[in-house]
């Protein structure tokens, strides 16, 4: 008994003493050497790619890109390429201490294959309208090839367009060849009719 009792007072004097924040309600401590050690996630509380608001300067824009797959920088060099070719540019761990990386770590920010990237806002909005436009023309463009509105209308002589075969899939398109103004010999076999 008497060496379970050493051994917690032992153990009490290793031990940080443990605070609350009041406004986090998270607890905290001073390590050894004075620091204030905190955990930041709890299990499955916060996402680790989660960018505080706030953190970004003005005018820039932050996003985590890939880098490696299971430790493999060669499999995305040509994604990496594209990145650095559309402007984004490594965010220095030493411009936010202790926030992506401990304290005093130098270099680029990674965390599980991902490294946050930068890039000027102005170039972001540049990107974002480009893809916005070419969503855009993709919708008009499968628009026109599925409109039926005025099709019929505009169909050369030859063809046919029948809208009610299958109701709200498109028309059915079907062309028809006249035999005496083509030199095309009559078929041997039975043709379908459209029904079958």
Same mark, same amino acid.
């Given at each position: 008994?008497?060496?379970?009792?050493?051994?917690?007072?032992?153990?009490?004097?290793?031990?940080?003493?443990?605070?609350?924040?009041?406004?986090?309600?998270?607890?905290h401590a001073v390590g050894r050497d004075g620091e204030v050690?905190?955990?930041?996630?709890?299990?499955?509380?916060?996402?680790?790619?989660?960018?505080?608001?706030?953190?970004?300067?003005?005018?820039?824009?932050?996003?985590?890109?890939?880098?490696?797959?299971?430790?493999?920088?060669? &499999? #995305?060099?040509?994604? +990496?390429?594209?990145?650095? %070719?559309?402007?984004? =540019?490594?965010?220095?761990? !030493? $411009?936010?201490?202790?926030?992506f990386t401990p304290v005093g770590t130098k270099g680029e920010?990674?965390?599980?294959?991902?490294?946050?990237?930068?890039?000027?806002? &102005? #170039?972001?909005?540049? +990107?974002?309208?480009?893809? %916005?436009?070419?969503? =855009?023309?993709?919708?008009? !463009? $499968?628009?026109?090839?599925?409109?039926?509105?005025?099709?019929?209308?505009?169909?050369?002589?030859?063809?046919?367009?029948?809208?009610?075969?299958?109701?709200?899939?498109?028309?059915?398109?079907?062309?028809?060849?006249?035999?005496?103004?083509?030199?095309?010999?009559?078929?041997?076999?039975?043709?379908?009719?459209?029904?079958?």
């Amino acid at each position: 008994m008497e060496r379970k009792i050493e051994q917690r007072k032992q153990t009490e004097e290793r031990a940080p003493p443990v605070e609350r924040r009041l406004q986090t309600d998270r607890a905290h401590a001073v390590g050894r050497d004075g620091e204030v050690l905190t955990r930041k996630r709890g299990a499955g509380s916060i996402d680790q790619f989660d960018i505080p608001s706030g953190v970004v300067p003005p005018g820039w824009k932050y996003q985590w890109n890939t880098v490696s797959i299971y430790n493999n920088r060669d &499999v #995305l060099a040509s994604q +990496a390429l594209r990145m650095h %070719e559309a402007g984004w =540019r490594p965010v220095p761990a !030493d $411009r936010h201490p202790g926030l992506f990386t401990p304290v005093g770590t130098k270099g680029e920010i990674l965390r599980d294959g991902m490294r946050l990237d930068e890039r000027p806002l &102005v #170039l972001d909005d540049e +990107a974002r309208d480009e893809q %916005e436009n070419a969503a =855009r023309r993709l919708i008009s !463009d $499968r628009n026109d090839a599925l409109k039926l509105s005025g099709m019929k209308k505009d169909m050369p002589q030859g063809f046919e367009m029948n809208r009610n075969k299958y109701r709200k899939t498109g028309g059915d398109v079907r062309i028809s060849i006249d035999r005496n103004v083509a030199d095309i010999p009559t078929p041997s076999h039975q043709l379908a009719s459209p029904e079958d």
